[in-house]
């Protein structure tokens, strides 16, 4: 199993449309983002940088973000 690393995603509700920072526990950089389809892509380059080149990866997107987002919230407002 590859290294493990721990992100700090902060998803703001208060603005039209979507927008995060990520940013890996370790370093002072952050990374903005405007799309959530982005996001994911971003987690999910940065777990293949670091796996194992024979481990099997799964280069699909399609409804990893959507599903959680299409989800109808909890009372309180999770989802």
Known sequence: ???TALYVVRVWR???GFRAAVRRVEDEDTR???DATE???YLEASALATQPTSAP???DLSGAVTNALDR???PGGRR
């Open 39 to 41: 996001v994911a892509r």
């Open 32 to 34: 903005l983002f405007d």
């Open 72 to 74: 109808p919230a909890e």
């Open 1 to 3: 199993m590859g290294e």
């Open 14 to 16: 208060e603005t039209e």
């Open 57 to 59: 990866v799964s280069s």
